[in-house]
Nanobody, 124 residues
Framework: VQLQASGGGLVQVGNSLRLSCAAA????????VAWFRQVPGKEREFVAG??????YYAASVRGRFTISRDNVENMVYLQMNNLKPEDTAVYFC????????????????????WGQGTQVTVSS
């Protein structure tokens, strides 16, 4: 499976962005999918994940971000609203065929497939 993330950019505080992750090679409709982000000098941080019909979010983005998937198009999305400067990071999509329990779903080591990352910069 190859993952291609896109949709990042430079936005002002309070604005929105939608990130997209296109999967190629096989269908990932039953897989666990997630978005992580990383800033220089810090570990990769869980942002949002989706397993079956359940979605999970980091506390810092809950209520502002929404993860979704289009199983027909084999896509995963991250809608980001009311963006803040602390949301600035490189965002990565990830996918794994295993149905992880919630605690494991938040750990990047449990994902075998990664997109290349897309930069999101929120200016104040």
């Amino acid at each position: 499976v190859q993952l291609q993330a896109s949709g990042g950019g430079l936005v002002q505080v309070g604005n929105s962005l939608r990130l997209s992750c296109a999967a190629a090679g096989r269908a990932i409709d039953t897989w666990t999918v997630a978005w992580f982000r990383q800033v220089p000098g810090k570990e990769r941080e869980f942002v949002a994940g989706r397993r079956a019909r359940n979605s999970y979010y980091a506390a810092s983005v809950r209520g502002r971000f929404t993860i979704s998937r289009d199983n027909v198009e084999n896509m995963v999305y991250l809608q980001m609203n009311n963006l803040k400067p602390e949301d600035t990071a490189v965002y990565f999509c990830a996918a794994d065929p295993r149905n992880w329990i919630v605690s494991a779903l938040r750990d990047p080591v449990n994902y075998d497939y990664w997109g290349q990352g897309t930069q999101v910069t929120v200016s104040s």
